[in-house]
């Protein structure tokens, strides 16, 4: 009997071992692999913590992970009742082959069965407000002109309206758009933060693009637009005075101008970003000069937004009074847009023009994932796609290139670095989108290569 204690407390020992190895795998899975669904579970769901997924491919590591520019910033965001919709860095994609995005999509988890399917509207929504009124200019070759013999015409919706203002809201568009979460509704935003902010942005300003080029001397037939990413394929390109030449250029995010007017030009008429992606921009790319968005006679400052902080952040600045509640809480009035800044220079982009081109241009495969709620266009090609709605013309800078690996993330980046790929966004579908719009003469796409 003594003989056999040994062996039966080895057997024991191993048996609890397996039980407690599987216990920790499950916990595993648990914690950093499964993307809840339900709405009410996301908001705890905070992508500080975890990377979201990881896969290796001819030995080159390709990490969903969350990025500087782009970290939620307090706890108190976390415990707000509406639905956050993560806002992660706009950023290129690591090299990588057709076979190994298809690893990686098979990583992600995919839409349990009993989920809703891709085509039906109460999450994809495919109907939109409309918005009809005339061109501002009559340019015999501009894009709307074009569209129709392109293989986008069926895509483009000419009278979708881009920007939001006073008049779109009713109780019964809140009804409507209540139902989308995100920049892609209304539905993470109180229904009182949203009709006070809206009333603001009452004038023709807030409702036109180009609210100034009535009032331009010499003004040309056709409205030439620059929209300009923050890509490495500027560093070194020289484009700086071509760039500003054009009636409009268009900026995003971290962009840093200060000792890159070379490269990048010097003037920003339209500055695209969210309150999240700004504040965190300043913070990280502080060291290369960014030190909030660019102020000029000219800026005009158009919000993406996510939820109520960006819809009170634009109140509060348009009417010089403090914030009294969340991230961007101060004693003061916010300063970030300039002292003087009227609300004649802020616009914010319709969410149903955002769900439009998630739904019609950019329709990724993460749509039929776990990541679907995260999903949506990069800010900078919601920025380069409302150019092309709007402008007449547009050439396009900065922008992912099918040569992406040659250049660093940034053009100002101080030492190279490589570009990444979110799971928020699908940056190769963008590239291949920017060449398709390049190929059917819709807009022009800055190469090297």
């Not at 062996?7 to 407690?20: A, E, K, P, V, Y």
Request: proline share 5%.
């Amino acid at each position: 009997m003594i003989g056999h204690l040994p062996q039966r407390l080895l057997l024991w020992f191993i048996g609890l071992l397996g039980i407690g190895i599987l216990a920790l795998i499950l916990v595993c899975v648990a914690l950093q692999i499964q993307v809840p669904w339900d709405v009410k579970t996301l908001q705890s769901f905070t992508m500080k913590h975890y990377r979201l997924y990881s896969v290796k491919s001819d030995n080159r590591s390709l990490e969903y992970q969350q990025s500087a520019e782009n970290e939620l910033d307090t706890a108190e965001e976390l415990e707000r009742k509406s639905y956050k919709q993560s806002d992660f860095e706009d950023s290129s994609v690591l090299e990588h082959s057709a076979k190994s995005d298809q690893a990686i999509l098979n990583t992600l988890k995919p839409m349990p069965k009993n989920e809703t399917k891709p085509t039906e509207p109460d999450f994809f929504g495919d109907r939109y407000a409309t918005d009809d009124f005339p061109s501002q200019t009559n340019c015999p070759n501009s894009i709307r002109k074009h569209v129709p013999q392109t293989p986008f015409a069926e895509m483009f919706l000419h009278s979708i309206p881009v920007l939001q203002w006073a008049k779109h809201f009713s109780p019964d568009q809140y009804q409507r758009l209540s139902h989308y979460s995100g920049a892609h509704g209304w539905g993470s935003v109180d229904i009182e933060v949203l009709k006070h902010s809206l009333a603001i942005l009452n004038t023709t300003a807030n409702r036109l693009m180009f609210d100034d080029w009535e009032k331009r001397k010499n003004r040309a037939q056709c409205i030439r637009c620059a929209v300009v990413g923050n890509g490495g394929i500027l560093n070194g390109s020289r484009k700086g005075k071509e760039i500003d030449e054009h009636d409009y250029v268009f900026r995003v995010n971290g962009a840093a101008l200060k000792g890159f007017e070379e490269d990048v030009g010097s003037r920003t008429s339209f500055y695209t970003f969210s309150t999240n992606t700004m504040r965190n921009s300043m913070r990280s790319y502080a060291g290369v000069g960014y030190r909030g968005p660019p102020i000029s006679n000219e800026t005009r400052y158009i919000f993406l937004p996510d939820h109520d902080r960006d819809y009170i952040l634009m109140r509060a600045a348009s009417t010089h009074t403090t914030i009294d509640k969340g991230p961007e809480r101060s004693k003061e009035p916010p300063t970030y847009f300039g002292e003087d800044v009227t609300v004649e220079k802020f616009k914010i982009y319709h969410p149903d023009f955002i769900r439009y081109l998630r739904n019609r241009f950019l329709h990724s495969k993460l749509l039929k994932t776990g990541a679907r709620n995260i999903y949506r266009p990069s800010t900078g090609a919601v920025m380069l796609l409302a150019a092309i709605h709007t402008c007449d013309q547009v050439d396009a800078y900065g922008f992912m290139t099918p040569d992406y690996s040659v250049y660093s993330d940034h053009y100002y980046d101080k030492q190279r670095h490589p570009v990444r790929f979110y799971a928020n966004h699908d940056m190769r579908m963008e590239m291949k989108l920017w060449q398709e719009l390049h190929q059917a003469g819709l807009m022009n796409l800055f190469m090297r290569q």
